[in-house]
Each structure stands twice: as structure tokens, then as C-alpha cells.
């Protein structure tokens, strides 16, 4: 099956500090990629829609200026955490979504990084 | 409002014994249903995918059903071992690709 790689797997910063979650999906072309945040024994929350080219689309209560989305190729995605604080802790996971011939369009999930903001 | 409901929150089984997730969605209009398995501290995988118009889909010891006119979908799993401890997720797939993910079920399976 189709496999998504993130980079870090995980990571420890200081309060104030940036940090930038890399995701790639590494079979196949993902025009978009999708990132979510997961908080401790809940789902799966989405953040933002990345479209390889253009702008990406934040859901509702999602700074976009704190959460910055490239996806400057069709196989690479990254996530930036700006400024981050110990409300950021969370565990980041990205997914990549691989047109199928029947359209049913399958979403591949990346390992997830955890982040950890001191 | 998209809602996916989940039940049980969590399940303590034998190993080698049966179980059954259940889903009940109301997301419109509807595209297709997922069941995934979390591990603790990964990502989800995917297990079945199933569109309108499919009943039952099999993955190994993994059995997924869907009723599209009761909007429920179960996911059964068949003898089951120590590795499948894992959260169940239950995500239906509204067109135009957003996904509506339930709060999981909780496995523990214990020798």
C-alpha cells in the first residue's frame, strides 16, 4: 500500500521557538495532503487542507499565521509550528490522499510526530 | 450537523475471542465509510473502505458492514490476538473529501 513518511517522529522545543513537521508521501503523487492534530484519547482533528501549488485551506479556529502550510511539490508537505507554546503540545499528523480509478479517493496517514513544547 | 458515533468507548475481550465495533453516522451527502486502526503514538491504517453501495468488506480477521439505510456500519473482528489492542476508528467520507471521524473505540485484548 501506499506509504506517508513524517519528519520528525518527534520533538522537544523550547517556548517561543519554531518547529517544522515535514511529510511525504513516498509511492505515490499526492496533489493534497491534509494535516491534523490529535490531543490524548480523542480523534483526529483537522487543521488545514494543502494543495500542492497554491494556498492551503485552514479550518474554522485554525491560526494560519501559527500554522504554516507549504506544499511545494506533490510528494512534500511541511508543517510549521511559529512561535510555539505548551498549548501547541500535541501529537501532528498528516495524511495524503491518493486518487483512485473507482473515486473512492484514499487518505494515507503519516506516523504522526509528537510534539512536546516546554 | 456530520456526526460519527462510536460505541463501545472502550472494550476489554480474551484473547481469541470475537468482538463488534459499531458506527452510526449521519453525514450527508455520504461518499464512502472507513475503519482504521490506531496504535498507540502512530497514525491510523486504514482497514476497509467501503462506498454506498457495498454491504460487507473483508480484511483478514477484520469484517466491516454497512447499512447505508440505517446509516450504521460495524466492524468485526474475528480471533483476536494481543496486537490487535489498538484504538478503532470510524470515518465517513463526505464528497468534496473531508472526513468526519468518530471518537473511536478502545481495544484491549488480554491473555
Known amino acids: 500500500g501506499a506509504v506517508v513518511s513524517q519528519h520528525p517522529s518527534w520533538v522537544i522545543c523550547k517556548s517561543g521557538t519554531s518547529v517544522k513537521i515535514e511529510c511525504r508521501s513516498l509511492d505515490f503523487q499526492a496533489t493534497t495532503m491534509f494535516w491534523y492534530r490529535q490531543f490524548p484519547k480523542q480523534s483526529l482533528m483537522l487543521m488545514a487542507t494543502s494543495n500542492e501549488g497554491s494556498k492551503a485551506t485552514y479550518e474554522q479556529g485554525v491560526e494560519k499565521d501559527k500554522f504554516l502550510i507549504n506544499h511545494a511539490s506533490l510528494t512534500l508537505s511541511t508543517l510549521t509550528v511559529t512561535s510555539a507554546h505548551p498549548e501547541d503540545s500535541s501529537f501532528y499528523i498528516c495524511?495524503?490522499?491518493?486518487?483512485?480509478?473507482?473515486?473512492?479517493?484514499?487518505?494515507?496517514f503519516g506516523p504522526g510526530t509528537r510534539l512536546t513544547v516546554l | 450537523k456530520n456526526q460519527v458515533e462510536q460505541s463501545p468507548q472502550s472494550l476489554i475481550i480474551l484473547e481469541g475471542k470475537n468482538c463488534t465495533l459499531q458506527c452510526n453516522y449521519t453525514v450527508s451527502p455520504f461518499s464512502n465509510l472507513r475503519w482504521y486502526k490506531q496504535d498507540t503514538g502512530r497514525g491510523p491504517v486504514s482497514l476497509t473502505i467501503?462506498?454506498?453501495?457495498?454491504n460487507t468488506k473483508s480484511n483478514g480477521r477484520y469484517t466491516a458492514t454497512l447499512d447505508a439505510d440505517t446509516k450504521q456500519s460495524s466492524l468485526h473482528i474475528t480471533a483476536s490476538q494481543l496486537s490487535d489492542s489498538a484504538s478503532y476508528i470510524c470515518?465517513?467520507?463526505?464528497?468534496?473529501?473531508?472526513?468526519?471521524f468518530g471518537a473511536g473505540t478502545i481495544l484491549r485484548v488480554k491473555s
Open positions: 495524511s495524503a490522499q491518493e486518487p483512485t480509478t473507482r473515486g473512492t479517493d484514499t487518505q494515507y
Open positions: 467501503m462506498t454506498f453501495s457495498e
Open positions: 470515518v465517513v467520507s463526505v464528497h468534496g473529501n473531508k472526513l468526519v
